[in-house]
T-cell receptor
Framework: AQSVTQPDIHITVSEGASLELRCNYS??????LFWYVQSPGQGLQLLLK??????LVQGIKGFEAEFKRSQSSFNLRKPSVHWSDAAEYFC????????FGAGTRLTVKP | GAVVSQHPSRVICKSGTSVKIECRSL??????MFWYRQFPKQSLMLMAT?????????EQGVEKDKFLINHASLTLSTLTVTSAHPEDSSFYIC???????????FGQGTRLTVV
């Protein structure tokens, strides 16, 4: 069965600092992997996705993620965090009926 | 693009009544639609998968008689919460895809409050 683990429930970083959000997955075949961001009371916004090909994926808002099959990971990174990046981040796996991780709440300190 | 619209965005209903949430794919035909539920400060949980013209497939623990799903056309799926109770208050999100193995696109969600 497919599943996603986001080990960090809450992360706080200073504005301008780098960010890495962890995601580990379990999937029977080549996974389709996604990162979404959700602001309070809002829907989901797709940051980036991996289906195949280059394992380093570039997304919107300066985010990137790297697919590492050997580690079953798809960590999200950003070199310099902005205050507006504060939100909930979800990693998801699956082609259609996606399974979501528990989410990581990002707080950005001034 | 691939736009999915949900309506209403917010709804308040009285306990015991039913409420219908619509999910529309505006610019593509969605053979498959998915319904998720999100409790406050929690993740999205898949409730059911609906294929156009056939019965929905519900995830374990989801009451199919309480959460009625209809996918009568390639652009519309509806979720009806029947005899709603306060514990049904939640954020409901749909997604739609052109078919199995293709990317699904999400609606903006519906905040349901049962009083």
């Amino acid at each position: 069965a497919q599943s996603v683990t986001q080990p960090d429930i809450h992360i706080t970083v200073s504005e301008g600092a780098s960010l890495e959000l962890r995601c580990n997955y379990s999937y029977g075949a080549t996974p389709y992997l996604f990162w979404y961001v959700q602001s309070p009371g809002q829907g989901l916004q797709l940051l980036l996705k991996y289906f195949s090909g280059d394992t380093l994926v570039q997304g919107i808002k300066g985010f990137e993620a790297e697919f590492k099959r050997s580690q079953s990971s798809f960590n999200l990174r950003k070199p310099s965090v902005h205050w507006s990046d504060a939100a909930e981040y979800f990693c998801a796996v699956g082609a259609n009926d996606m399974r979501f991780g528990a989410g990581t709440r990002l707080t950005v300190k001034p | 693009g691939a736009v999915v619209s949900q309506h209403p965005s917010r709804v308040i209903c009285k306990s015991g009544t039913s409420v219908k949430i619509e999910c529309r794919s505006l610019d593509f035909q969605a053979t498959t639609m998915f319904w998720y539920r999100q409790f406050p400060k929690q993740s999205l949980m898949l409730m059911a998968t609906s294929n156009e013209g056939s019965k929905a497939t519900y995830e374990q623990g989801v009451e199919k008689d309480k959460f009625l799903i209809n996918h009568a056309s390639l652009t519309l799926s509806t979720l009806t919460v029947t005899s709603a109770h306060p514990e049904d208050s939640s954020f409901y999100i749909c997604s739609a895809s052109r078919g199995r193995g293709t990317e699904a696109f999400f609606g903006q969600g519906t905040r349901l409050t049962v009083v």
